[in-house]
Each structure stands twice: as C-alpha cells, then as structure tokens.
C-alpha cells in the first residue's frame, strides 16, 4: 500500500532500506574503531584502579626492595605476566612456522 507517495518497505521518503539488501562488509577502519574504545574503556578502569589502590606498599624483588602505590604494584605484576606469556607465545608460534617451512619444502 502506498501512503504520501512512499512504499512501505522504503521508509520515509523512499530512502529506506529493504528486508532483501545487503548489509555493508565490516572493514578495518570499523575494526580499528571497535578497538579504539575498547581499549579507552579498559583504560579509563585501570586509572580508576590505580587511583583508588593508592596506598603505599614496600615491594621486595630478589635484592631489592622499594615503595609503591599498590595500584602501580598490581599493574607492573600483571604487565610482567603478559610479558611471559607474550615470550611464550612468540615462541611458539616461531616453532610452527619452522615446521611449517619444512613441511612445504618436503613437498616440492
């Protein structure tokens, strides 16, 4: 049925999208975006973490010892374990690409 001179399905104006178009393609740009404000939200919680964990902590390490917020202690605990795990990580991935490499040069 047409009302003021628009099909239904078009919406106001006829400019509209119908039930059986496409729906755009994700791209990087949309990507980077999503992860953009991820990443301000994650950060803007860990201000607020730091913040109010702001006591003073003494931190011993092998032979050393120093004074610290408690918020920057748990941050600097958590960025060493990421580290680890990154150096793990890495070099496993290192491992299959090697292997990889054999395989294809087995196969020729």
Do not use: C, Y
Not at 27 to 42: C, D, E, L, Q
Not at 45 to 54: C, Y
Not at 67 to 88: E, H, K, Y
Not at 94 to 101: D, E, F, N, P, V
């Amino acid at each position: 049925m047409v009302e003021n001179g628009a099909d239904k399905d078009e919406g106001v104006g006829g400019a509209g999208t119908r039930a059986d178009e496409e729906r755009l393609a994700r791209t990087r740009t949309g990507g980077i975006w999503v992860s953009v404000v991820v990443a301000v939200v994650v950060l803007v919680f860990l201000l607020v973490f730091i913040v109010q964990n702001s006591d003073s902590v003494t931190v011993h390490f092998l032979w050393m010892a120093g004074n610290l917020p408690l918020g920057v202690a748990m941050i600097f605990a958590v960025l060493a374990g990421a580290l680890l795990v990154a150096l793990v990580g890495t070099a496993r991935i290192l491992q299959l690409r090697r292997s990889a490499k054999h395989r294809a040069r087995r196969t020729k």
